[in-house]
């Protein structure tokens, strides 16, 4: 819900040079997905209050910048300074005319609507609204390598951004305050007035190294598999790479183990590869009476190689007979181990078909998979 009939303006602070992402550029314009960093956070903010952005580039980028938000006409880019502060300075210096601020690290792509729109209703009430997560880690205060004190973690929270106030208030106490403080709050609480807190969520996160970059990149495919094989006596009943204890068992090619076949075609799915009847042909001599588990690992290797890991795996099993809800545990465990995932990644039902159809005259068994890839890079 927007918060009110305030006209809000934000300052996006992209002044930085990014040295710790390693790039050698300002990790502002890391581009993932045709977008770099700056105009995703940007996009964070539609839908929000917020009408009027002022960028903040540093020097050396203000051409590259200006050029890559000459399309919106909400938008204007200026300078930044040596320090935050001095860039915040100059962000507010161009503002135009605007009841609260919103103040903005533009390398916070994953700031939500909520969250901003927060900030906004704290400021518009009480002056300000400063993003936060209570501290999880216990923090201690260091002198010469020795603890000298540790502050009780109930009274701490780890500050981000946004950081929004009435403009009026963070203009004042921005023209008073000259020592050089890390975020606006400070500079907020010096000038003597009371910076307020709004809860935030982790997922904020500021863009710092080479791993903060991989989550741009981040993009999950979803895929689904099915697969049916006939129950025959004098075949062993695998399921999911464990031997249970049956009197027949699934006639194939390979070890006939159906579930594991479901879960291969689901993978191979979400990956756009073609199916386990193209990858594994039951045409295969070396594939005779071959662990579909060992399958599954070659089929690993292939999601390895386009850079996808297993986000999670839900299958079902339809099957009358025999009762399998004491094999589920190892089925688990055996197929998390061979796609190297925790087994809570791993979660297999089984259901009979009430004696229906061919599953349910116990003519055959059948398993079914969805698969969920997440594709880094
Ligand atoms: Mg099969």
Redesign the pocket.
């Known amino acids: 819900m927007k918060s009110s009939n305030n006209r809000v303006a934000a300052v996006v602070l992209a002044a930085g040079s990014g040295s710790r992402t390693g790039l050698g550029y300002n990790k502002m314009l890391y581009a993932s997905g045709g977008q770099t960093v700056l105009e995703r956070t940007l996009d964070a903010f539609a839908g929000t209050s917020v009408t009027d952005f002022v960028v903040v580039a540093a020097e050396a980028d203000f051409d590259r910048v200006t050029e890559l938000l000459q399309g919106r006409a909400d938008t204007v880019v200026t300078t930044g300074g040596p320090t935050r502060g001095e860039s915040v300075r100059r962000g507010l210096c161009v503002l135009p005319p605007c009841d609260v601020v919103v103040i903005h690290d533009g390398a916070r792509p994953f700031v939500t609507r909520d969250v901003i729109e927060e900030s906004i209703r704290s400021a518009v009430l009480y002056g300000s609204g400063i993003a936060a997560v209570k501290t999880t880690d216990t923090v201690e205060v260091v002198c010469d390598g020795k603890v000298i004190s540790v502050p009780d973690r109930d009274t701490l929270v780890n500050v981000q951004t946004p950081q929004t106030f009435r403009t009026a208030e963070i203009v004042d106490a921005y023209a008073r305050v000259t020592e050089t403080y890390t975020d606006d709050a400070a500079v907020y609480l010096h000038a003597g007035y009371t910076p307020r807190i709004v809860a935030s969520s982790a997922g904020n996160v500021k863009i710092t190294t080479a791993e903060d970059l991989l989550r741009l990149s981040a993009e999950e495919k979803v895929g689904m598999g099915f697969?049916v094989?006939p129950l025959v006596e004098g075949r062993p009943l695998i399921l999911g790479g464990v031997t249970i204890p049956y009197t027949r068992g699934l006639l194939?090619h390979s070890d006939?183990d159906?579930l594991t076949?479901a879960v291969m075609d689901a993978l191979l799915s979400a990956a756009g590869l073609p199916d386990?009847g193209v990858l594994f042909p039951d045409t295969d001599p070396a594939l005779l009476g071959a662990s579909s588990v060992g399958m599954l690992q070659t089929v690993m290797a292939k999601l390895c190689e386009r850079n996808l890991s297993v986000g999670n795996v839900s299958c079902v099993v339809m099957a009358e007979k025999p009762k399998l809800a004491p094999h589920i545990a190892a089925i688990r465990a055996t197929l998390a181990a061979a796609m190297g995932v925790a087994c809570g990644d791993v979660n297999v039902s089984a259901t009979t078909t009430e004696k229906l159809g061919i599953i349910g005259e116990g003519k055959g068994m059948a398993a079914s998979a969805v698969a969920l890839l997440v594709r880094h890079g």
């Open positions: 697969d094989h194939g006939a159906v076949h386990i």
